[in-house]
């Protein structure tokens, strides 16, 4: 890039940008609005604001148009700071299916998720942003609202169209300057930040309107009132929320505390046919992982240690201070089922007859399937689940033709984003790192040393491009006390486990429960040779089950299971996953056994050494991947233990506790 100094060091930079506008301003919001509105102002936390999205689209459209102005003198920049799409994101049938072409390129520029509305122009302090405890609250508008109305005038008539008339939101009154105020962080040395900020400054001079209805008069842009500051030196770029480093200790469990800036959306699955993303409520490892990495090992080029590092999947908590144990957070064990409005656990039931069909007090059981909102929450009451509720919202996107400048046709999608906060205030995801003792013997001197860097490059960098909408977050890392908190395995006799449903005295049940997916079926399963019928199929699934555990160990006997399981592909997924280890290169899909899942073992005491010393390190570590993939790395396939993925409790309390008395149990039927 033009300009460019790389003996310069990068840093860590912010920059303020101020947008002064004319009103009426609209920055449509998607969902619900009040009763006789078509258009409303879009929110944030209370407060009008304009989406971070649409702030950055306007810059890059007014950065392109300067480019082709200047003889593309700045077209590296502009790809730099705000991204490119990947070459595989082509529908065309030609595109190729490279995994180069399906690389990321995310932007080096992170815009805030909203530019908050701040004060007029005219009429100081009248726009003073909401005080801490009204940011919290859930979403509501000002108090003060005003009405606008359009209608469409019949050519011929002169008169209004029938029906055609739209009324919208206008919170400021025609010709007030209003201004909203956000920031842009980047990480780079000084003169390129020098040309950035010149650029953001050309650029709001190029942008004529922000929002809809440009076209009618709204949202023109002041562009001599707009500012860019640097902000570099505010001690707001990054609080340390940690307590000062040691050497990493290898032995020990550390807890990252991560504090959003912004909602996030991580897809849940590909949706075929859609233009809609949902979102996972937790932060996958492999994510969290991964942004680490692109800053860390980039940086630091520490790679072995790093892969050695087992991250597990982050889970909201309402009080970070009292976090729960992220691995354990919110999992309802499948086995778990509502009979006669009351909660019980059929895991042991099932140990004694595994294909019979039960009634409890005369009522077929329910499953979680099955369950209304109050029957989860009456589980979750029942397991002193403490999993806060998260509040969610639905944003809309549309690409914009830059020459046009109105929607480009086939542009629209929508995505779901989980807020960081609720009604009882911020939101934690609570997340741990550690290092399981099967692999402290590739630890050596050169590895624990990049581990103690992570943790300081923790401490004092925020974790950035967290998801769709590259949220940032705030880290606080702490070294947990001792290992209370994380599960330990409990011999059947701590757990008081039955052992009368086996029919010999010497015989042990270990019921697992899965705390996040995990690849426990084999590959090709639409292969001829391992096809499971969709229905009738439940001795196949059985068999294929079996064979994994058998492929542990043969000391473990599968009784019976309750499990679900879901479907992971796509053709990024392919391309960018699976093609690298699939020699053949044919499409496949990957079945991942969900979070929940139960599998109930019997094991001889002869074994229950073994057995016990094998589970330990399923705690510690995670269960291994199916042997089918061999030695997969996250090169290869984001579900690995190291991304958090197949972490297990075992025997769990409620198996027990919930059990239901012979005399509620009515077996009729079995197989």
């Given at each position: ?12 930079h ?81 595109a190729n ?34 005080n ?17 109305t ?18 919208i939101?206008?919170?400021f ?15 780079c040395?000084a ?45 707001s770029?990054?609080?340390?929320l ?20 912004r ?32 800053a ?39 086995s ?13 039931l ?20 099955d369950?209304?909102?109050?029957e ?39 995505q ?11 939101l ?8 399981p003792?099967?692999s ?24 950035l ?49 899965l ?12 292969h001829?040779?391992?096809l ?37 592909g796509g053709?990024y ?9 699939n ?7 990957d ?14 005491t002869?074994?229950?050494?073994h ?8 705690l ?13 790395t ?38």
């Open positions: 890039m033009k300009g460019s100094n790389p003996t310069l060091k990068d840093r860590a912010q920059l303020s940008i101020t947008l002064c506008l004319q009103a009426p301003v609209l920055t449509q919001s998607a969902g619900a609005r009040s009763q006789g509105l078509d258009s409303a102002m879009w929110c944030y936390k209370g407060q009008p604001a304009l989406p971070g999205s649409l702030v950055k689209g306007n810059i890059r459209h007014a950065l392109v148009r300067i480019n082709a102005l200047s003889g593309n003198a700045i077209a590296g920049d502009i790809a730099k700071w705000f991204g490119m799409p990947s070459g595989g994101a082509s529908t065309s049938k030609q299916d490279d995994t180069k072409d399906f690389a990321p390129n995310v932007g080096s520029a992170i815009f805030d998720y909203a530019w908050m509305y701040q004060t007029t122009k005219d009429n100081k302090g009248e726009g003073d942003s909401l801490a405890q009204q940011k919290n609250t859930k979403i509501k508008f000002i108090e003060k609202q005003d009405v606008r359009r209608i469409t005038i019949n050519v011929n008539t002169g008169a209004v169209e029938h029906g055609h008339i739209q009324t939101e206008s919170p009154a025609v010709g007030e300057y209003v201004t909203f105020t956000g920031k842009v962080f980047i990480r040395n003169d390129e930040l020098e040309r950035l900020q010149r650029y953001l400054e050309m650029a709001l001079y190029y942008i004529p309107a922000i929002g809809a209805l440009k076209g009618a008069g709204f949202g023109r842009v002041c562009a001599k009132d707009c500012r860019v500051n640097n902000e570099s030196g505010d001690s770029t990054h609080v340390s940690s307590k000062p480093s040691l050497p990493f200790d290898a032995t020990k469990r550390y807890q990252l505390q991560l504090r959003l800036d909602p996030f959306c991580i897809s849940a699955r590909p949706l075929a046919e859609t233009n809609r993303f949902e979102s996972l409520e937790y932060i996958p490892g492999h994510v969290l992982k991964g942004a680490m990495a692109a860390f090992i980039h940086r630091h080029n520490a790679h072995v240690g790093f892969d050695l590092l087992h991250v597990s999947h982050a889970f909201a908590t309402q009080t970070a201070n009292n976090a729960v144990y992220p691995v354990a957070a919110g999992i309802i064990p499948k778990i089922v509502i009979a006669d409005n009351q909660v019980f656990d059929l895991a042991l099932s140990a004694g007859a595994p294909r019979a069909c039960f009634l409890i007090r005369e009522c077929a059981p329910k499953f979680e399937t369950w209304k909102a109050e989860r929450n009456t589980v979750k009451e029942k397991l002193s689940l403490t999993v806060p509720e998260l509040d969610k919202a639905l944003s809309l996107h549309t690409r914009i033709t830059p020459d046009k400048n109105y929607a480009e046709k086939n542009g629209l999608f929508s779901e984003e989980v807020l960081p906060f609720n009604d009882k205030g911020d934690t995801w609570c997340a741990t790192l550690h290092i003792a099967e402290h013997e590739k630890l050596n001197e050169k590895t624990l040393g990049e581990l103690t860097e992570l943790s300081r490059y923790l401490e004092t960098e925020n974790i491009n967290i998801g769709r909408t590259h949220a940032k977050a705030q880290v606080a890392i702490t070294q947990l006390e001792n290992d209370s908190t994380a599960p330990t395995a409990k011999g059947s006799q701590e757990c008081a486990l039955h052992t009368s449903y086996s029919g010999a005295d010497d015989t042990f049940l270990y019921v697992l429960t705390q996040s997916d995990a690849l426990l079926l084999p590959q090709f399963l639409s001829e040779k391992t499971i019928q969709s229905t009738n199929g439940d001795a196949s699934l059985h068999q294929l089950y079996e064979d994994y555990w058998q492929a542990q160990s043969q000391n473990l006997q599968l009784v019976s299971y309750f499990a679900t399981q879901r479907q992971m053709r997924y392919h391309a960018y996953y699976r093609r690298r280890s020699s053949v290169g044919a499409y496949q899909t079945w991942l056994t969900e979070a929940g899942s139960v599998f109930v073992f019997k094991v001889n002869s074994d229950r050494e057995v016990e010393t094998m589970m330990k390190a399923w510690d570590g995670g269960l291994p991947l199916h042997p089918d993939y061999g030695d997969c996250w090169k290869d396939i984001p579900y690995i233990p190291q991304n958090g993925y197949g972490a297990v409790l075992i025997n769990q309390a409620c198996h027990q506790n919930l059990e239901p008395s012979a005399n509620e149990v009515t077996v009729f039927q079995e197989a």
